[in-house]
């Protein structure tokens, strides 16, 4: 599923980027651009860091991923 679809990132993206090292929003802001437009996705990134992706989410208004 897109998490950013400001710039079309995907669960998946996040996952693999996690996977290789990725440890902050910052990072996966680097590397994928998540979060780096609207930020309505930023919650719901953060989530893959720790472990509870996809928990509670919703989508936003703007077609965003964010937590309820």
Known sequence: MYVCICNAVTD?????TV??????????Q????????????ADLAVSFLNGSAGMGQTVCHMGCAEAV
């Not at 998946?12 to 693999?16: A, L, S, T």
């Not at 680097?30 to 996705?41: E, F, I, N, P, Q």
């Open 19 to 28: 996977a290789a090292g990725a440890a902050s929003l910052n990072d996966l």
């Open 30 to 41: 680097d590397r994928l651009g998540v979060a780096s437009c609207c930020g309505c996705c």
């Open 12 to 16: 998946r993206q996040i996952q693999d």
